[in-house]
């Protein structure tokens, strides 16, 4: 049954490594023999929970269109308007 635990996405893994270095989040690395535990050379003995197990419309929907969003329409929207709204 341990076997079958699913490998941690490496976006999920990306994330988990940037927050435990980020004075302003997690800011607790490990000390000792575990300092090494979320490293890239040891994420074959990692395992996660809950797996992504996504369809490429889910994956448009979660991923691609905030990107497409934000890039077309919050991007421009903050340089034409940003810097009034921010002297006001």
Not at 22 to 42: K, L, Q
Not at 52 to 76: A, K, Q
Not at 78 to 87: A, D, E, S, T
Request: hydrophobic share 40%; net charge positive.
């Amino acid at each position: 049954m341990i076997s079958n635990i699913p490998y941690p996405d490496q976006q999920d893994l990306r994330f988990l490594q940037k927050w435990l270095e980020r004075p302003s989040m997690g800011n607790c690395s490990f000390v000792g023999a575990d300092r090494n535990v979320y490293d890239d050379e040891n994420a074959a003995g990692l395992g996660a929970l809950a797996s992504r197990n996504e369809d490429i419309l889910t994956r448009g929907l979660l991923y691609l269109f905030p990107r497409w969003y934000h890039g077309i329409f919050v991007t421009p929207f903050h340089h034409l308007f940003g810097r009034w709204i921010k002297v006001r």
